[in-house]
Structures are given as C-alpha cells and as structure tokens.
Nanobody, 123 residues
Framework: QVQLVESGGGSVQAGGSLRLSCAGFGSRSNCLSWFRQAPEKEREVVARFSGDGTRTYADSVKGRFSISRDSATNTLYLQMNSLKLEDAATYYC???????????????????WGQGTQVTVSS
C-alpha cells in the first residue's frame, strides 16, 4: 500500500525559498509528480520526475523550481526558489507505476496522492 506524505510547506515572503518533501512511494513508482491547487482553481501540474531521471516543469516554474528524488530513501523533493505570490497553493505529490510518457502532461490520473501541504507567499 502506497501512502504519500508531504511536508515542508509553510509561509514565506515573495522571493524566498521552500523545499517540499514527499515520502512513501515505492521503487515501482515510475512517474512522480508535484501538483498544486490554489483556491477556486483547478489542480495543475508543476513538475515531474520520471523513472529514467527525466525532469520536466511547467513553464510557470522553470528556472525557479527543481524536482529531485532520493532513491535511497524514496523521497521526492521540490525545491522552490524565487517564490511569487502566484505560487501560493496547496501542493500535492502524486505517484504512479506507469511511465511518465504514458500519462498526459496535464492529467491528474495518478494512482496515489498525498494529502497536500500548504504554501503561502506574502508580499
């Protein structure tokens, strides 16, 4: 049973940094992803980490966010730098045994989800 647990959210001023963590996925999780959802908005993909090491990012976070995976501890990270007001949201990690290329970029069709961690950005 895969149970994802996110941590690392919090409040930060614009321009600041946070690092989110997600633990609980197994070695068979070939596609790992971070999503976010702001109030009254749809959940959107932020970044993906494929089992072959490929990392992909939403245009809105390219150059500011970095996704990584520690295979030894099966922990997924999202380093968020230069945070903007519009980055404020609840962030979710998701995992699936399928390879990322078989899951459409905007799709939320992942088998496993965490409970979310809140990120607040203030001016």
């Amino acid at each position: 049973q895969v149970q994802l647990v996110e941590s690392g959210g919090g409040s930060v001023q614009a321009g600041g940094s946070l690092r989110l963590s997600c633990a609980g996925f197994g070695s068979r999780s070939n596609c790992l992803s971070w999503f976010r959802q702001a109030p009254e908005k749809e959940r959107e993909v932020v970044a993906r980490f494929s089992g072959d090491g490929t990392r992909t990012y939403a245009d809105s976070v390219k150059g500011r966010f970095s996704i990584s995976r520690d295979s030894a501890t099966n922990t997924l990270y999202l380093q968020m730098n230069s945070l903007k007001l519009e980055d404020a949201a609840t962030y979710y990690c998701a995992a699936d045994s399928r390879w990322c290329y078989s899951i459409r970029w905007h799709s939320t069709d992942f088998a496993y989800w965490g409970q979310g961690t809140q990120v607040t950005v203030s001016s």
